[in-house]
């Protein structure tokens, strides 16, 4: 299986990773740096810039950024074009493609698509071969404080 990061605030996204059942690995604001061992995909929530900065330690610990195969987001709707900011502004940060994008804790199809895409690409498929989300269109900004 490809492994699974996931950051939450709220807990919104900790929700889903565990409808998906999924083993995944938490990034805590306590202990962001963490290593993954090998490839990896992210499942992140989207915020301002500036409450990122566990993802961004994370990131930059060891080779979690080399690592990185795939993102999922998480958001709200409702933020309009910022639906989604931070996976979107990481995807292009980083070059690594958003493999799906769900609000708050994701309905049960979300939970199975996602199970799905995991499950492909755990089987060898490449990101390449994951239908990417509708919204990737339009213009993205790179996320402000990455360092
Ligand atoms: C202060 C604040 C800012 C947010 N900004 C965004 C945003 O820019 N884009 C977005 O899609 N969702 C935004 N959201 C919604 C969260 O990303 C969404 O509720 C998510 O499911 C929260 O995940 P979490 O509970 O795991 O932290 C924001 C929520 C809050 C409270």
Do not use: W
Not at 39 to 59: A, G, R, W
Request: glycine share 6%.
């Amino acid at each position: 299986m490809v492994a699974i990061a996931f950051y939450s605030i709220t807990g919104q996204t900790k929700k889903f990773v565990l409808k998906t059942g999924l083993e995944a690995h938490e990034i805590t604001d306590d202990f962001p740096k963490h290593e993954m061992k090998g490839e990896y995909i992210l499942i992140t929530p989207s915020y301002q810039d500036f409450m990122m900065d566990s993802l961004v330690d994370f990131l930059n610990y060891k080779d979690n950024k080399k690592k990185l195969v795939g993102i999922i987001g998480c958001g709200n709707r409702n933020f309009n074009d910022l639906f989604a900011q931070t996976a979107k502004k990481l995807s292009v940060t980083l070059d690594v493609p958003i493999l799906y994008l769900l609000e708050f804790s994701g309905t049960n199809t979300d939970v199975k698509n996602v199970r799905n895409i995991v499950n492909e690409l755990s089987e060898g498929e490449n990101t390449e071969e994951v239908e990417k989300p509708k919204e990737m269109d339009g213009k993205i900004s790179f996320l402000s404080d990455y360092r």
